[in-house]
């Protein structure tokens, strides 16, 4: 049991911790932002360091600094993000009457520098650890990248429910991009895909041949791929997750949400929730959190 349990736990506690220390300096005033942000970069060295030595070292050790390491690496974007300094070049709400292309075009304008600097480390980290004998680190960026990917596109689609708690005033006009509605057919093709990743990784896991640092591995990629699939249940399900990270949430000192654009606009088009916007998890999100969160 042990040798499930703890990096089942280990993943869950910096999943959750990680999240809600990001939720609250997000939450701060805004006149502290540019120096968590300066902070922030200051530490992204030692987390690439972590995610570079793990990388030579097979064993629990490397499987442990390796995940803790990307989890590092994530938590830089998400801030970033979350902070309104790598966001995209459009600032602005939904074009009115916006529809097909040019909505996905406008969305897309408000999240593409975030979006490409995500893909530029994916690639880095794939080239850095390419023949390297342990691989969480790229495991672990990799779940989170491609599960916070679609909560974005989940999101900008239709899902019957939204983490409103977690929009800071600065990122308001991102939400007039989302739409309440029951979800797509991408929710389930995603759901289905991610579950079936994770029964072959508990396979694996379970498999008496697999040596036991790469186990410990599994199980920490493993568990945040399990996750980012709750958080993707969430968006569907009438529970709201920021209960989870009470604690980590404070009102803003910021001015009020931007009102939404005039109510000439078709609620089919681009359906406004000025208070809305998905967890960033963590690390999932899922933007939650960054995920997870997202984004």
């Not at 309104?84 to 009115?96: A, D, F």
């Not at 996905?104 to 850095?128: D, G, K, N």
Request: glycine letters at 6%; proline letters at 7%.
């Amino acid at each position: 049991m042990e040798t499930y349990g703890v990096p089942a736990l280990f993943a869950v506690l910096v999943w959750w911790w990680s999240t809600g220390a990001i939720l609250w300096l997000v939450s701060l005033p805004r006149r502290y932002h540019p120096t968590l942000f300066v902070g922030a970069t200051l530490l992204l060295p030692m987390a690439v360091w972590g995610v570079v030595t793990s990388s030579g070292n097979a064993n629990m050790f490397g499987a442990y600094l390796g995940f803790a390491a990307a989890i590092g690496v994530w938590a830089w974007h998400e801030l970033a993000f979350l902070l309104g300094y790598i966001t995209g070049p459009n600032t602005e709400h939904c074009p009115e009457g916006a529809s097909g292309w040019r909505r996905f075009s406008a969305a897309t304008r408000t999240v593409i520098y975030h979006e490409i600097a995500l893909a530029l480390t994916v690639v880095a980290l794939l080239w850095l650890l390419w023949d390297s004998p342990n691989q969480v680190a790229a495991w672990t960026f990799m779940v989170l990248w491609i599960m916070r990917l679609s909560a974005k596109l989940n999101v900008f689609f239709g899902v019957p429910n939204m983490a409103e708690e977690f929009l800071q005033p600065h990122l308001a006009y991102m939400s007039s991009y989302f739409r309440k509605r029951p979800v797509t057919p991408l929710f389930s093709v995603v759901v289905t895909a991610a579950t079936a990743v994770a029964v072959l990784v508990v396979l694996r896991m379970i498999d008496t041949a697999t040596p036991m640092w790469e186990t410990a591995a599994l199980g920490l990629a493993g568990t945040l791929l399990l996750l980012a699939i709750i958080e993707h249940w969430f968006l569907v399900l009438p529970v709201r997750e920021a209960v989870l990270w009470r604690w980590a949430q404070r009102k803003s000192d910021g001015p009020p949400a931007p009102a939404a654009p005039p109510k000439t606009r078709s609620a089919s088009e681009c359906e406004v929730s000025v208070n809305g916007l998905p967890s960033g998890s963590p690390p999932t999100a899922l933007l939650r959190p960054t995920a997870s969160t997202a984004g």
